[in-house]
Protein backbone atom coordinates (compact mmCIF):
# COMPACT_ATOMS: atom_id res chain seq x y z
CA UNK A 1 0.00 0.00 0.00
CA UNK A 2 2.75 2.46 0.83
CA UNK A 3 4.46 2.09 -2.25
CA UNK A 4 1.10 2.09 -4.15
CA UNK A 5 0.90 5.59 -2.64
CA UNK A 6 4.96 7.00 -3.33
CA UNK A 7 4.06 5.51 -6.94
CA UNK A 8 0.56 7.98 -7.32
CA UNK A 9 2.55 11.13 -5.48
CA UNK A 10 5.50 10.88 -7.16
CA UNK A 11 5.65 11.29 -10.97
CA UNK A 12 4.46 14.85 -10.96
CA UNK A 13 7.81 16.39 -8.71
CA UNK A 14 9.69 13.79 -10.92
CA UNK A 15 8.82 14.88 -14.24
CA UNK A 16 10.10 18.87 -13.20
CA UNK A 17 12.95 17.29 -11.85
CA UNK A 18 13.64 15.37 -14.41
CA UNK A 19 12.99 17.51 -17.78
CA UNK A 20 15.47 20.68 -15.57
CA UNK A 21 17.94 17.25 -15.43
CA UNK A 22 18.07 16.72 -18.75
CA UNK A 23 18.16 20.27 -19.42
CA UNK A 24 21.40 20.52 -17.38
CA UNK A 25 23.11 17.81 -19.13
CA UNK A 26 22.19 18.94 -22.37
CA UNK A 27 23.47 22.81 -21.94
CA UNK A 28 26.88 21.38 -20.57
CA UNK A 29 27.30 18.86 -23.63
CA UNK A 30 26.16 22.03 -26.16
CA UNK A 31 28.62 24.16 -23.79
CA UNK A 32 31.49 22.18 -24.29
CA UNK A 33 30.91 21.05 -27.63
CA UNK A 34 30.85 24.84 -28.75
CA UNK A 35 33.99 25.58 -26.86
CA UNK A 36 35.47 22.89 -28.93
CA UNK A 37 34.51 23.88 -32.28
CA UNK A 38 34.77 27.73 -31.78
CA UNK A 39 38.66 27.39 -30.56
CA UNK A 40 39.24 24.57 -34.08
CA UNK A 41 37.44 27.76 -35.62
CA UNK A 42 39.40 30.65 -34.53
CA UNK A 43 42.41 28.43 -35.00
CA UNK A 44 42.23 27.23 -38.72
CA UNK A 45 38.63 28.16 -39.70
CA UNK A 46 35.64 25.75 -40.73
CA UNK A 47 37.94 23.40 -42.62
CA UNK A 48 39.71 22.66 -39.36
CA UNK A 49 36.49 23.22 -37.18
CA UNK A 50 35.36 19.84 -39.09
CA UNK A 51 37.86 17.97 -38.61
CA UNK A 52 37.46 18.22 -34.74
CA UNK A 53 33.47 18.30 -35.00
CA UNK A 54 34.20 14.87 -37.06
CA UNK A 55 36.12 13.54 -33.72
CA UNK A 56 35.03 15.37 -31.35
CA UNK A 57 31.22 15.60 -30.93
CA UNK A 58 30.63 11.36 -30.16
CA UNK A 59 33.45 10.87 -27.46
CA UNK A 60 32.15 14.34 -25.65
CA UNK A 61 28.53 12.66 -25.49
CA UNK A 62 30.43 9.92 -24.09
CA UNK A 63 32.49 11.48 -21.31
CA UNK A 64 29.05 13.53 -20.71
CA UNK A 65 27.05 10.74 -20.13
CA UNK A 66 29.77 8.74 -17.89
CA UNK A 67 29.95 12.12 -15.74
CA UNK A 68 26.21 11.99 -15.08
CA UNK A 69 25.35 8.15 -15.93
CA UNK A 70 22.86 8.47 -18.78
CA UNK A 71 23.58 7.99 -22.79
CA UNK A 72 22.99 10.90 -24.90
CA UNK A 73 23.36 11.96 -28.63
CA UNK A 74 22.40 14.09 -31.16
CA UNK A 75 20.57 12.86 -34.21
CA UNK A 76 19.94 15.10 -37.68
CA UNK A 77 16.58 15.56 -39.63
CA UNK A 78 18.79 15.52 -42.41
CA UNK A 79 22.40 12.95 -41.75
CA UNK A 80 25.96 14.30 -42.57
CA UNK A 81 27.37 11.06 -41.14
CA UNK A 82 26.03 7.50 -41.73
CA UNK A 83 27.57 7.03 -38.01
CA UNK A 84 24.15 9.16 -37.10
CA UNK A 85 21.72 7.58 -39.17
CA UNK A 86 18.26 7.51 -37.32
CA UNK A 87 17.46 4.47 -35.53
CA UNK A 88 14.07 3.75 -35.59
CA UNK A 89 13.15 5.06 -32.36
CA UNK A 90 15.27 8.05 -33.06
CA UNK A 91 12.42 8.68 -36.24
CA UNK A 92 10.12 8.81 -33.88
CA UNK A 93 11.71 11.22 -31.80
CA UNK A 94 12.80 13.33 -35.23
CA UNK A 95 8.71 13.37 -35.39
CA UNK A 96 7.80 14.13 -32.25
CA UNK A 97 10.20 17.24 -31.52
CA UNK A 98 8.99 18.46 -35.03
CA UNK A 99 5.53 18.55 -34.12
CA UNK A 100 6.25 20.33 -30.56
CA UNK A 101 9.82 22.07 -30.93
CA UNK A 102 10.76 22.46 -26.96
CA UNK A 103 12.69 20.81 -24.54
CA UNK A 104 10.66 18.15 -23.47
CA UNK A 105 10.06 14.78 -21.72
CA UNK A 106 8.94 11.47 -24.46
CA UNK A 107 9.26 7.71 -23.61
CA UNK A 108 9.43 6.10 -26.28
CA UNK A 109 10.56 2.22 -27.06
CA UNK A 110 10.87 2.20 -23.02
CA UNK A 111 13.34 4.70 -22.95
CA UNK A 112 12.82 7.37 -21.03
CA UNK A 113 13.88 10.53 -22.71
CA UNK A 114 15.11 14.42 -22.26
CA UNK A 115 14.73 15.93 -25.69
CA UNK A 116 14.97 19.14 -26.99
CA UNK A 117 15.40 20.69 -30.70
CA UNK A 118 18.68 22.36 -32.32
CA UNK A 119 17.99 24.98 -34.25
CA UNK A 120 20.30 26.35 -37.06
CA UNK A 121 21.95 29.51 -35.33
CA UNK A 122 24.59 31.73 -37.38
CA UNK A 123 27.48 29.59 -36.64
CA UNK A 124 26.25 26.54 -38.04
CA UNK A 125 25.61 28.07 -41.16
CA UNK A 126 29.07 28.03 -42.35
CA UNK A 127 28.77 23.84 -42.44
CA UNK A 128 25.07 23.08 -42.84
CA UNK A 129 24.16 26.47 -44.93
CA UNK A 130 25.74 27.06 -48.29
CA UNK A 131 29.31 25.83 -47.44
CA UNK A 132 32.45 28.29 -49.18
CA UNK A 133 33.78 25.86 -51.65
CA UNK A 134 36.44 24.93 -49.54
CA UNK A 135 34.63 23.60 -46.91
CA UNK A 136 32.25 22.08 -49.38
CA UNK A 137 35.59 20.19 -50.64
CA UNK A 138 36.14 19.33 -47.04
CA UNK A 139 32.73 18.10 -46.36
CA UNK A 140 32.57 15.88 -49.42
CA UNK A 141 36.36 14.07 -48.29
CA UNK A 142 34.80 13.39 -44.84
CA UNK A 143 31.42 12.53 -45.58
CA UNK A 144 30.94 11.83 -49.84
CA UNK A 145 26.49 11.40 -48.71
CA UNK A 146 26.38 14.39 -46.74
CA UNK A 147 22.63 15.28 -46.75
CA UNK A 148 23.04 18.12 -43.92
CA UNK A 149 23.84 21.19 -45.77
CA UNK A 150 21.19 23.74 -47.66
CA UNK A 151 19.52 24.64 -44.01
CA UNK A 152 18.47 28.79 -43.19
CA UNK A 153 18.49 30.01 -39.95
CA UNK A 154 15.69 28.93 -37.51
CA UNK A 155 15.75 25.41 -39.38
CA UNK A 156 15.32 22.67 -37.28
CA UNK A 157 18.61 20.98 -37.39
CA UNK A 158 18.25 18.06 -35.08
CA UNK A 159 17.30 17.08 -31.71
CA UNK A 160 19.42 16.48 -28.69
CA UNK A 161 18.72 13.77 -26.43
CA UNK A 162 19.20 12.35 -22.81
CA UNK A 163 17.76 8.64 -22.02
CA UNK A 164 17.41 9.19 -18.68
CA UNK A 165 16.51 5.38 -17.59
CA UNK A 166 14.62 2.98 -18.94
CA UNK A 167 10.76 2.86 -18.29
CA UNK A 168 10.14 0.31 -15.79
CA UNK A 169 6.77 -2.02 -16.92
C1 LIG B 1 32.87 23.49 -38.64
C2 LIG B 1 31.74 22.88 -39.26
C3 LIG B 1 30.45 22.70 -38.45
C4 LIG B 1 29.75 23.67 -37.78
C5 LIG B 1 30.07 25.13 -37.62
C6 LIG B 1 28.58 22.98 -37.24
N1 LIG B 1 28.60 21.66 -37.58
FE1 LIG B 1 27.17 20.26 -37.15
N2 LIG B 1 28.29 18.83 -38.00
C7 LIG B 1 29.52 19.03 -38.59
C8 LIG B 1 30.12 17.74 -38.88
C9 LIG B 1 31.48 17.54 -39.51
C10 LIG B 1 29.20 16.75 -38.46
C11 LIG B 1 29.35 15.23 -38.50
C12 LIG B 1 29.92 14.80 -37.14
C13 LIG B 1 30.18 13.32 -37.05
O1 LIG B 1 30.90 12.79 -37.91
O2 LIG B 1 29.68 12.71 -36.08
C14 LIG B 1 28.07 17.48 -37.91
C15 LIG B 1 26.95 16.85 -37.41
C16 LIG B 1 25.91 17.50 -36.81
C17 LIG B 1 24.75 16.81 -36.24
C18 LIG B 1 24.55 15.28 -36.12
C19 LIG B 1 23.76 14.63 -37.20
C20 LIG B 1 24.52 14.40 -38.49
O3 LIG B 1 24.05 14.94 -39.50
O4 LIG B 1 25.53 13.69 -38.55
C21 LIG B 1 23.94 17.79 -35.76
C22 LIG B 1 22.60 17.61 -35.10
C23 LIG B 1 24.61 19.07 -36.00
N3 LIG B 1 25.80 18.84 -36.64
C24 LIG B 1 24.12 20.30 -35.61
C25 LIG B 1 24.84 21.48 -35.68
C26 LIG B 1 24.38 22.73 -35.12
C27 LIG B 1 23.03 22.94 -34.45
C28 LIG B 1 25.37 23.65 -35.34
C29 LIG B 1 25.43 25.09 -34.89
C30 LIG B 1 25.23 25.32 -33.45
C31 LIG B 1 26.45 22.97 -36.05
N4 LIG B 1 26.09 21.66 -36.23
C32 LIG B 1 27.61 23.58 -36.47
C33 LIG B 1 30.12 20.24 -38.85
C34 LIG B 1 29.72 21.45 -38.32
Not at 128 to 142: M, T
Amino acid sequence: MKKLALLLLLPMAATAGELEQGQAIAAEFKGELMQTLKSAIANGGPVNGISVCNSAAAPLAETVGQRHGVTLGRVGTRTRSPANEPQPWQVELLAAVEQNPQPQLLEIDKRQLYAEPLLIQKPCLACHGDPKPEVKAALDQYYPHDQATGYALGDLRGVLWVELGKVAQ
